[in-house]
């Protein structure tokens, strides 16, 4: 089954509202299967409606649109679809009930503009708003589905979940699909496309591969069409069981796990805590370990040492190594990583020297260049690496490795890792 | 002039990621008095490309199309556009080039994926990619210009604004239109609209004004139409003159000045120093702070303390006063803030010590409670908040308070703060 959602307003198209209304759908729709050929956003004009109406009616088997219904005069919807369908509008009862009982409950009073929102079109089967004064309109053509509703989420949300969804369940056969997401770090889009490009190549016809990269992050989503739920789980678990095969120390999770969640888990289930010492991050790092909810159980604190003085000062580095090896080093960020583990005694702990940029770079050491350093107890992992990109990227790329490679050493699979 | 917006990808059909590049591009064209037709999602089929552009040639002046360009088999949009303009895929020594740098600087090895993204299309124009691999295209068609770009945010951004929107209005003719942006902080919109009211409703007929708020931050967006450039910066000028009279203390910059950068430039004119220290904001504003490049002329570091204990040991802040007053608390958050100054010995620093949830919170003191001081040498000033809104985004409006607190503190106009 395909469907196609349709957003109605000049505030999309200007820019000044995001269209959170269709990835939600979206989301809905999917998970039951239904594939989305199609989101658009267009004005609320005639022409752009019943253009839109005319493409995809016939196209796909329902449309669902959102917007445009609401009480002034820039809203031409409803009176849109009732020419569209040649309809005429008729006063609904319970629609108008609904809407007086709306402003009776806030005392306030009804104005005419309101009275017309109980005006329906005489041949849509109509969806009640219990949230709002506009109801949802669902008409048929062809084998295409229509159904119009209010663009305000809080009275679409209820309507579709409510009311359209198991109203569609019932009166239109849904086809089985599952996905499953797969969470990768430390392999960039192309090197990791390479390293499971024949286990892509032998997925059976009815799954599909998508990559879906983030800064240091690549999520892989595997997807089984048309299988019954049963079949289509099995076959799942089967096709990433071969991936964990091939990649096992760079899967950190599923289904869209934040690399940052996935460590506190880790940590809480080995009683570990962590502190971290950074420069070139910022505080990075501890932002993305504090902005998971109960890190308090296991995160203690940081040191961000910006200038070497803090360093020497609050990390018990001498400034001869400073000195001998500069600060963005291998003993640099050894001595950090350490001195972060002293200072907060934890049991674990990441480090970072680097050059963000933009300036500061020298031929030796390039913008980009950053040193990170893992501890966890006496056992120390440190590595050079060469981000690209402008300085929020280098930052959040350093960022992600730190957690990733610490993640790689609780979990036993940094072995591998090349130094 | 008329644009549509055309994004490629399954990961935004699927309602897997939010469609940020259109509101993005939306808001960059709406600026240049460019009309938005149309914003669609499409998948990374040839149909539905081929169809998209069939619809949209002739009809619009501009489509704008981001996505598909990735080095993987699922993206097919360069081979599809290729073949809709009847061009060949040829190398262009240039991409090959600026490919070769991307991985020489990273030290990373090409493969042939990474080597297949510097064919382009014959007969189109080429827009280098300065952050990425995969170039822009420019085609044109009857009336329409149609350009594809990668769909990576920070590669597609420095495309349009430095290659894109130059060369179009250099060639298409685009209507006079001015804006001034005026940065405000510390004002909920409906307070600042009601501030500023008389202002607004005063402006000349030309003139629009915008409220575009983000956490902690209202943008005021003033746009002057239909006059030549001289008159419309005049006028401007005059009207912004107005309203810092009105609101001086709330308004920290102009044109999408970050408050981060803005306190930067501060403490460089006045030759400051700082420092913070952290506890609910877990870094959030180190983070902020660094995120500013050259900002380690001003920037010495930063102590996160997260658990009571780092409190006590870094910051001399006696266990006695965290037992009797608890560690979100006037006489904490003070302690801390002057603790930073002692430590870092910086002129100035910040502290935040607060329940950022969603769980820990009290009657007494809720989640979102959340204690912020500011100290330049001796001077100390602290006030409580209660922030709403999820952890996410009590961090980000703690953050945003406390540097803006600095500020004023800096700037002078901190008197007149409500404590």
Same mark, same amino acid.
């Given at each position: 089954m395909e469907a196609a959602i349709v957003t109605i307003g000049d505030e999309i198209l200007i820019g000044q %509202?995001? /269209?959170t209304n269709s990835v939600w759908i979206s989301q809905q729709l999917t998970s039951m299967g239904v594939h989305i050929y199609e989101m658009v956003s267009i004005s609320d004009t005639g022409e752009h409606i019943t253009g839109t109406l005319d493409r995809l009616i016939g196209k796909v088997d329902l449309v669902l649109m959102t917007g445009g219904l609401g009480p002034t005069k820039d809203d031409l919807t409803k009176e849109v679809l009732a020419q569209y369908f040649g309809a005429n509008l008729v006063v609904n009862k319970e629609v108008l009930a609904t809407i007086e009982e709306f402003f009776e409950k806030r005392g306030r009073t009804m104005i005419e503009s309101n009275r017309r929102q109980a005006l329906v079109p005489d041949n849509c089967r109509v969806l009640p708003n219990n949230h709002g004064t506009a109801p949802g309109m669902w008409f048929t053509r062809e084998r295409t589905h229509i159904v119009s509703m209010p663009g305000v989420p809080y009275e679409m949300k209820p309507m579709l979940l409510e009311q359209l969804l198991p109203a569609m369940t019932d009166q239109m056969g849904i086809p089985a699909l599952e996905h499953k997401t797969i969470m990768t770090h430390g392999v960039p889009e192309s090197y990791l496309a390479e390293m499971i490009g024949d286990w892509e190549d032998g997925l059976p016809d009815c799954m599909k591969l998508a990559y879906l990269p983030r800064p240091g992050i690549v999520r892989l989503r595997l997807t089984a069409t048309g299988l019954c739920t049963e079949k289509a789980d099995q076959l799942l678990a089967e096709e990433i069981g071969a991936l964990l095969k091939i990649i096992p120390e760079h899967i950190f999770g599923f *289904? *869209? %796990?934040f690399l940052e969640e996935a460590i506190g888990k880790l940590l809480i289930s080995k009683g570990l805590t962590l502190s971290t010492a950074e420069s070139c991050t910022g505080g990075n790092i501890a932002r993305l370990i504090t902005s998971v909810p109960g890190s308090s159980s296991y995160f203690k604190g940081s040191i961000i040492a910006y200038s070497n003085e803090v360093k020497t000062e609050n990390l018990d580095i001498g400034g001869a190594m400073i000195e001998k090896h500069g600060a963005v080093s291998r003993e640099v960020v050894e001595a950090m990583v350490r001195g972060a583990i002293g200072k907060f005694r934890t049991d674990t702990a990441v480090a970072t020297s680097g050059i963000a940029g933009? /300036? &500061? &770079?020298?031929? *030796?050491?390039?913008?980009g260049m950053v040193w990170i350093a893992v501890a966890w107890g006496d056992r120390v992992y440190s590595r050079e690496f060469r981000f690209g990109g402008h300085r929020e990227l280098i930052i959040e790329q350093a960022s992600m490795m730190a957690i990733g490679l610490l993640r790689k050493m609780i979990a036993g699979v940094l072995a591998g890792e090349k130094n």
């Open positions: %509202i995001t /269209d *289904d *869209d %796990i933009p /300036d &500061g &770079g020298t031929p *030796d050491k390039p913008v």
